[in-house]
């Protein structure tokens, strides 16, 4: 499903991964831990196609075109990646064009958007620019844009950072029905507590390398 | 997913905004309005000599004026890393900078459309050349500033010193356009002689770099 | 290659000696301006020099960015045989050349460049020609501040003024600046992909080149400027020494090149060794 060969990536004379080669499969849920500049988000992102990598290769979905199959990748972070002085629906339906005309009619598009929206706990009535939202609120409208184009792959870079524990559980709970649809996520975050007994498996990472990866058990270890 | 309805669909939501956060939008008009009188005050002239170099006068104005516009061009994007968003979805790149370079070129003609009259006033100008050539000019002549503005702006994203690099990058090359509009002004106000070969030049100007920025924009998005 | 180093460093030394010997003593004084016209084999050969340097790194930005996908690779090889090609046919099939242009030279800077592009693509790969690059455009920068340097001293004594909107000191003054903005970009960009974000930058840049000779020279027509250096004929012992001294001038230039690109790349293998061993002692 996705897998990594060599990578290398260097700003300047600091390099955030020294050699990460591994392999994931489809339809599970990955957590990423690991210090800070461990380089879990440097991984991520070079996932996501939004790093380049200095030296070797990213095969997603068996193509290394990465442009190619961006349809199939959501993307969210700890900023929420959404114009604060729209309103909810505005940002959905707005984001939703970038992922081009399909064959359906624009008031099935704006029916899907709502459902998004109804999905991670929120109103799609309400028009309150997204600028004033609690960051539970506004992670949670992050993990629906995410969701817009139906990816097969979602990467996650510290989504709970900052937010409530009801917005966190109703995320963790909507991760976990995602995985339950065949999809694959990849989580980075501190805070490994949250997905217990959701997870399947922990990719530790130090210094720009993978050292570890254990398959979640009963009692599992943390960073 | 054409890059049409993606210009479309981008500029339709950036004219929202920015009708929502209408602070932005007094701030500049009242800027402009200030660049207009500091000019008047600092180049005073006789009415023969006031044609002669008005046309000098306001197109450095409107590039001024235009400057501060162009670094606001990706703030908001900037502001909760929306461009990461459009990095990772299929749009094309060029839908993103057509909306961006058209929207700019709405608000700084918005701009000039204020900064003219009162000009106009200050100076007592009236064209003695054929007047319908000073729109055309304009038009032109804004669109080579939006369009590299707009370009240099999403370079300059990626760059310490954000703010001063814009302008740093956008003069030089800007130069040969500069001159043209100039003179194409100077042209149509003394009547002296025809503004047909400059506004030929921004024509050329124009596509060129329309071109060139529509092929460049998507490495410059890319580029982290 | 370190010690064919010092040697060429002393043949050049040599050489521009002997040039700026030739230029001072042997090339018949000029009859209006008289000895202050010399200079003009500093400011001539510097202008040639550094057109040519801004030309490479045209040529090392271009490959750089087609070089990352294979069929804008091939599409820019068969432009530039195409420019080759058509420029020394329209040399000798058009029947009116602009004043003072030879078919010979056309035809000779029509393969000149379709050479240039081919030699740095053999030699120059991916990173190598973003550090072409670089080294070009501050040896191009540095040339293009003395012709800058030696035109208003040349101007001032012969013609009574500082500065003119000539073809050459406009066109260079807008090269200079269009390439110190590049510098800066370089200097100032945050990116990991500086190099795709100044090759953007030079290819806009030579975009702007023709455009500029067209605003300059209508420009002129219509406001008409003292000319600085004469156009004409130029008397063939001139024309001699300004050859000799564009050929040091050259030399000179590919030495600096060279010290500045191996530095350029020791630094690059330097930060890469540093990235990767920085970590190694925290296990």
Redesign the interface.
């Known amino acids: 499903m996705v897998s990594v060969t060599g990578l290398i990536k260097q700003f300047g004379r600091f390099a955030a991964l020294r050699g990460v080669t591994a392999d994931f499969d489809a339809g599970r849920i990955y957590t990423i831990l690991g210090d800070n500049g461990a380089g879990k988000t440097t991984l991520l992102r070079t996932l996501a196609g939004l790093s380049v990598p200095t030296r070797g290769s990213v095969k997603i979905l068996g193509s290394g075109e990465l442009r190619s199959v961006c349809h199939e990748i959501g993307y969210m972070a700890h900023p929420s990646l959404l114009y604060d002085e729209l309103s909810a629906m505005e940002n959905l339906r707005y984001f939703a064009q970038l992922y081009g005309e399909s064959a359906e009619p624009v008031h099935e598009k704006i029916r899907g958007c709502a459902a998004l929206i109804r999905l991670v706990g929120l109103d799609p009535e309400l028009t309150r620019p997204v600028g004033q939202y609690s960051q539970g609120m506004r992670q949670r409208l992050s993990l629906a844009r995410a969701l817009i184009n139906n990816p097969k792959i979602l990467f996650l870079d510290e989504p709970f950072s900052n937010v409530d524990i009801r917005s966190a559980q109703t995320m963790v709970g909507l991760l976990k029905n995602l995985r339950e649809q065949g999809r694959t996520l990849f989580v980075v975050t501190h805070q490994a507590a949250l997905l217990n007994g959701v997870v399947d498996e922990f990719v530790n990472m130090e210094a720009g390398l993978i050292v570890s990866r254990s398959p979640q058990t009963v009692g599992a270890q943390q960073q | ?2 890059i049409v ?2 210009t479309r ?2 500029l339709v ?1 950036d004219l ?2 920015e009708w ?2 209408k602070d932005a939008i007094n701030s500049m008009l009242f800027f402009s309005l200030l660049v207009v009188v500091i000019f008047s005050f600092a180049f005073d002239p006789t009415a023969e000599e006031s044609r002669r170099i008005a046309g000098g006068l306001i197109w450095v104005a409107f590039l001024f004026a235009a400057v501060v516009a162009l670094n606001q061009t990706w703030a ?1 994007e900037l ?4 461009m ?8 094309p790149a060029n839908g993103l900078f057509l909306a961006k370079a058209l929207g700019n070129f709405i608000f700084v003609s918005v701009l000039e459309a204020l900064m003219t009259p009162l000009f106009v006033i200050f100076y007592t100008l009236r064209p003695l050349g054929p007047a319908y050539q000073l729109v055309i000019v304009a038009g032109l002549g804004t669109w080579a500033l939006v369009v ?1 503005g707009t ?1 240099f702006a999403a ?1 300059s994203l ?4 954000r703010e001063i ?1 814009l302008p ?2 956008l ?3 800007l ?3 500069l ?2 509009m100039v ?1 194409a002004t100077t042209a149509i106000l003394t009547g002296e ?1 025809s503004a047909k ?2 506004i030929a ?1 921004l024509v ?2 124009d596509v ?2 329309t071109i ?1 920025s529509l092929m ?1 924009f998507e ?2 998005l ?3 | 290659m370190k010690r064919i180093f010092p040697i060429l460093a002393l043949l050049t030394g040599a050489f521009l000696s002997y040039a700026l010997y030739l230029a001072l003593e042997v090339a018949p004084t000029e009859q209006t301006m008289g000895d202050v016209q010399r200079i003009f084999y500093y400011h001539v050969p510097s202008a040639w020099t550094a057109f040519l340097l801004f030309f490479i790194n045209l040529v090392a930005s271009v490959l750089y960015l087609v070089r990352r996908i294979p069929s804008a690779d091939r599409i820019a090889n068969w432009v530039v045989i195409a420019i080759g090609g058509v420029t020394c046919i329209a040399a000798f099939m058009v029947k009116q050349l602009p004043q003072g242009v030879e078919p010979s030279s056309v035809a000779t800077t029509g393969i000149g460049i379709a050479a240039i592009y081919f030699l740095i693509r053999r030699y120059f790969s991916g990173d190598a020609a973003d550090a072409l690059a670089v080294v070009s455009a501050e040896v191009g920068v540095v040339f293009c501040t003395v012709v800058l340097v030696t035109g208003p001293l040349w101007a001032r004594p012969v013609w009574g003024i500082w500065w003119t909107w000539d073809m050459r000191l406009t066109s260079t003054l807008i090269l200079w600046l269009i390439y110190v903005s590049y510098l800066f970009l370089r200097r100032f960009s945050s990116s990991s992909q500086t190099a795709v974000l100044a090759a953007a930058l030079a290819i806009f840049g030579a975009l702007d080149v023709p455009l500029v000779y067209f605003s300059i020279w209508f420009f002129r027509t219509q406001h008409p400027q003292p000319v600085i250096g004469g156009g004409g004929s130029i008397d063939p012992r001139m024309l001699h020494v300004l050859l000799i001294n564009w050929l040091a001038f050259l030399c000179f230039a590919g030495l600096l090149c060279w010290s500045r690109y191996r530095l350029e790349i020791v630094r690059r293998q330097v930060e890469e060794a540093q990235a990767l061993k920085s970590l190694e002692s925290v296990r």
Do not use: C
């Open positions: 997913m054409s309805s993606i669909a981008t939501k929202r905004l929502r956060s908001r502001r909760n890393q929306v990461d968003a459009y990095r990772v979805s299929p749009a590299n370009f370079m990626r760059t310490r010193a690099m740093l990058l003069f030089p090359i130069i040969p356009a001159l043209g003179e002689y070969f400059w030049l050329a100007y060129v770099f060139g460049l490495l410059v890319h580029a982290e």
